[in-house]
């Protein structure tokens, strides 16, 4: 009796030691390339923030001082309010064009996967090919300005539009969005889609016009995904740096600076490693205080977002 | 010959229009201000389009026109003047390698997560979220001093095995909820007639979770075909540059020539489109799932 009672934990233990590893041995190629690549650098990133390195070997440790190097520069001071600006873009604009897109999509039959592939073309067309397209197009010399006046409306003759500094990342923005916009009307769409019909006929019963379902079932039905959207618009917003880079190098003079451009320019043009680090250690700060707040106003406050 | 079945096929054509447009009359304005958007999606492509099909002098006389010629020899001096050719070649090679190796990567870590005897999957998970929310900005110059330590800066294999790990995460993410749904009632009898886990994820689950794989695929090797802050700054040599990189350097100066610049990175964009509109349902099932994951 106790003899063959005892045999099989012993084995049991076996297998699931066995187990164990096989499972270590398949989660284990995710692991080793995460260490190595985001886990590892960024806890780097952490320390060399506290350092003068320059990007090659010296590195001595100097406190905050890169931290109250930041909060005196005019240049980072700039870049987090260009930052801010591009937020509120991205928040109004592209979001409105996501929601009008999708609420007029679902409320059509015919055509509607045709737009939504035109909607969505410019989403899958590289940074580089779009912020090119729009070059061209804007371009003062050969684009919608010299086209306009040989049509005799000379309204953008004289704009140039990515080098005047006053309307440079306004432009850089009006760009980014051409391809950001598509993506949320399918998003909103799928979201919109899960809608259950009868809260529609409901409404309409009701006598509700397209407006008053769109504000009282559309709307308030896909929240989760709205807030989802526009929490990772303000995070996006804090790291763009493509369009501004291609575009304008944060150029000129300075107009166009976000905070990943001024880092870069740090980091790989002015040797100050530690201090760009301490830009990057900010930017996943603002990133993570984004979420952090997100979830304290749900959990803890109950707010109903 | 050809007008007659022209005839018979002209009937029902029109038949079938009028009752789309009826259809079409109950949105007018819906279509309107769809139409006015769509516009403002794809007119800028067509701009482009016509651009590289014209001479330099054509389109600064008329710049929204059309090309008197078409110049398809711009394709072909892009091609070699702008490096595209090299360049395609590398980002297919970059693009290709990044969605297996994250298909393997990510199924395996998936399948861990679900089926295999992980202590606590839920700190794993915790991780992926975290690790796939971390800006690159963070960890970048530190990972081009290690790269350049260890010898993977300036070469592709060393820009593929960053693209693994930051598209692995949501990938990971993105299987594991495939594999929630399979039941394990199958494998479970494939493993008591004696199956080992590898003939079981082979055999049995593979085939039930493909889409959810090569969704991740596409997505991944579609991000890493059109990714540009990291490429720039982990590739140097021309011989590596990936054809972001390649266009990249090409168009800027204050006046490049913009029919070869059209032409260049409609070479780069044309793989991308057929692929897109041959497979749009996967791709975009594959961006929603990651859009609407909160």
């Known amino acids: 009796m106790i003899k063959t009672s005892a045999r099989p934990p012993a084995r049991r233990r076996r297998r699931v030691a066995r187990g164990k590893l096989t499972a270590w041995l398949f989660i284990a190629p995710l692991l080793i390339v995460n260490v190595l690549v985001i886990a590892g650098p960024g806890l780097m990133s952490v320390y060399y923030s506290f350092t003068d390195w320059d990007g090659l070997d010296q590195a001595d440790f100097v406190w905050f001082s890169n931290y109250t190097d930041l909060i005196g520069d005019p240049d980072f001071r700039r870049a987090l309010l260009h930052n801010l600006l591009w937020t509120v873009f991205f928040l109004v604009v592209p979001m409105s064009m996501g929601l009008l897109g999708a609420f007029l999509l679902s409320r059509i039959r015919r055509g509607q996967l045709l737009f939504r592939v035109l909607f969505f073309i410019p989403y899958v067309i590289a940074t580089v090919v779009s912020a090119t397209v729009w070059r061209q197009i804007l371009s003062p010399t050969s684009g919608i300005g010299p086209a306009l006046s040989n049509l005799g409306i000379p309204l953008l003759d004289d704009v140039n539009f990515l080098g005047d500094g006053d309307i440079a990342l306004g432009a850089v923005a009006f760009i980014n969005n051409w391809q950001w916009w598509g993506f949320l009307v399918v998003i909103f769409l799928a979201a919109m889609q899960g809608i259950e019909p009868s809260l529609y006929e409901a409404a309409r019963m009701d006598g509700a016009g397209a407006w008053r379902e769109f504000w009282n079932i559309t709307l308030p039905s896909i929240r989760p995904t709205f807030m989802f959207l526009s929490l990772m618009t303000v995070i996006w917003s804090f790291l763009v740096f493509d369009y501004v880079y291609i575009l304008t190098q944060g150029g000129p003079a300075g107009s166009t600076d976000v905070l990943s451009t001024v880092m870069y320019r740090a980091a790989f043009s002015e040797q100050q490693a530690g201090y760009a680090s301490a830009i990057g250690v900010m930017l996943a700060l603002i990133s993570a205080g984004t979420v952090c707040g997100y979830l304290y106003l749900r959990r803890r406050l109950r707010w109903d977002i | ?294």
Not at chain 2, 120 to 127: A, C, E, H, Q, S
Not at chain 2, 247 to 268: C, D, E, H, K, R
Request: hydrophobic residues 50%.
């Open chain 2, 1 to 294: 010959m050809t007008a007659v079945p022209a005839l018979d096929r002209g009937r029902p054509r029109s038949h079938a229009k009028r009752r789309g447009s009826r259809r079409t009359a109950k949105h007018p304005v819906a279509y309107l201000i769809l139409s006015i958007l769509a516009l403002y999606a794809i007119g800028p492509m067509v701009v482009f389009v016509l651009a590289s099909l014209k001479t330099p002098s054509e389109i600064s006389e008329s710049p929204l026109g059309l090309p008197g010629e078409f110049r398809w020899d711009n394709f072909a001096t892009a091609w070699v003047e702008a490096n595209m050719g090299a360049g395609l070649m590398n980002s297919v090679v970059i693009a290709v390698s990044t969605a297996v190796g994250v298909c393997v990567i990510a199924g395996c870590a998936a399948y861990a997560l679900t089926r295999l005897d992980l202590p606590k999957p839920g700190v794993f998970i915790l991780y992926l979220l975290v690790a796939s929310s971390l800006p690159i900005q963070l960890f970048l110059v530190p990972l081009l001093s290690l790269w350049t330590k260890i010898g993977l800066y300036d070469s592709r294999f060393g820009l593929i095995v960053i693209y693994w790990a930051i598209y692995s995460p949501f990938a990971t993410l993105l299987i594991r909820s495939f594999l929630i749904a399979v039941p394990k009632e199958y494998e479970a009898a494939a493993r008591i007639d004696g199956a080992g886990e590898i003939r079981v994820f082979t055999r049995i689950v593979f085939p039930l979770v493909w889409p959810g794989i090569l969704t991740a695929g596409l997505v991944a090797g579609l991000q890493a075909y059109n990714e540009f802050l990291l490429a720039v700054t982990f590739i140097q040599d021309s011989e590596n540059l990936p054809a972001s990189i390649s266009l990249y350097s090409f168009q800027q100066g204050f006046s490049p020539n913009w029919a070869l610049v059209s032409a260049a990175g409609l070479i780069m964009v044309l793989p991308v489109l057929a692929l897109f509109i041959a497979l749009q349902r996967r791709f975009v099932e594959g961006y929603t799932s990651s859009g609407m994951s909160g």
